[in-house]
């Protein structure tokens, strides 16, 4: 399958204004719209192998789509904001909010991975008011309580300014951070990390990191008190989704614990929740089982 298309949206912020990179599979003109987010320090090329099994799934029923894969502002390439304080769940909601004034789906559902789930829940809460309310919503490996040892640990490298003599050299550090992942080929994984780098402008010196740097700004303000409080307002947001909702976890994840998953299948929507053995957090929707998992609820 050929390579989506990469397109820009500007956005409004409290500075000069951003534009937002945004990854298009499929068919432009389709009814049917799937976004996919990705997590905190990650980027929209992670769904590649999923999008690209959406559109063939689709394609093969005769009801065709287009897949949508967002580069968060301050990740892949988005513009990097200039305070760096934007860098929070209201700025991200608004950015997807505008994308889908501008997109204009007639069905619309939502995929999203950790950040990328709560960015999701609070665009359900007011998707309504661009006239495209959420139809189905795949909740990846995150919930209203995340877990304070999670966050701990993510806060050990995020932010951190890193130089790879090679992309080979930027997969194997990444890897020694991401085995939470699960099980992943070589191929798979160096495929996984080809857009996570991009060339320093000395080319010969190599590759860094492709986010700004201070997108850990804000995440670095969090305490644990403050992640307690935010949870009843997470929770509320749960709890008004109207959205069929589909919760994925991986059976080691240190972020989403078995109990709110529990709970989330009893409230709000009453997600419906599937379990991969040997992954933590979070899925990265390659594997097998996880893509059909998606399609199919997606799809069917």
């Not at 945004?22 to 590649?48: E, I, M």
């Not at 760096?84 to 950015?95: E, H, I, K, R, S």
């Not at 909010?97 to 204009?104: D, E, I, R, T």
Request: charged share 15%; glycine share 8%; hydrophobic share 45%.
């Amino acid at each position: 399958m050929s390579d989506p298309t990469l397109n820009y949206l500007p956005c409004v912020d409290n500075g000069p204004g951003h534009r937002m990179a945004y990854w298009q599979w499929g068919n432009g003109q389709a009814a049917h719209t799937v976004v996919c987010v990705h997590g905190l320090s990650r980027q929209g090329r992670d769904f590649d192998v999923l999008a690209q099994a959406l559109v063939a799934c689709a394609a093969a029923s005769g009801q065709p789509i287009q897949v949508i894969c967002p580069d968060v502002v301050g990740r892949g390439q988005s513009d990097w904001l200039a305070d760096p304080n934007g860098y929070q769940l209201p700025t991200y909601a608004a950015d997807m909010l505008a994308l889908l004034a501008h997109l204009k789906p007639v069905t619309l559902d939502w995929v999203g991975t950790s950040m990328g789930g709560l960015i999701g829940m609070a665009v359900c809460a007011h998707a309504a008011s661009v006239g495209v309310p959420v139809r189905r919503l795949v909740l990846n490996d995150v919930g209203p309580v995340i877990q304070w040892e999670a966050l701990a640990r993510i806060g050990t490298y995020l932010g951190h300014v890193l130089q790879f003599g090679s992309l080979q050299q930027a997969a194997d550090a990444m890897w020694a951070i991401s085995t939470s992942f699960g099980p992943h080929t070589p191929a798979q994984w160096l495929e996984l990390s080809r857009h996570m780098v991009k060339p320093l402008p000395d080319a010969s010196a190599g590759v860094t990191l492709h986010y700004d740097p201070a997108i850990a700004v804000p995440f670095r303000t969090i305490t644990q008190e403050a992640a307690a409080q935010g949870e009843a307002a997470l929770w509320q947001l749960y709890d008004s989704l109207t959205a069929q909702t589909l919760l994925l976890r991986g059976a080691q994840s240190d972020l989403l614990s078995p109990q709110t998953a529990q709970q989330m299948t009893e409230r709000g929507p009453r997600a419906r929740l599937l379990e991969f053995a040997g992954v933590g957090h979070a899925p990265t929707l390659i594997a097998p089982d996880q893509v059909e998992a998606v399609a199919s609820f997606l799809l069917a």
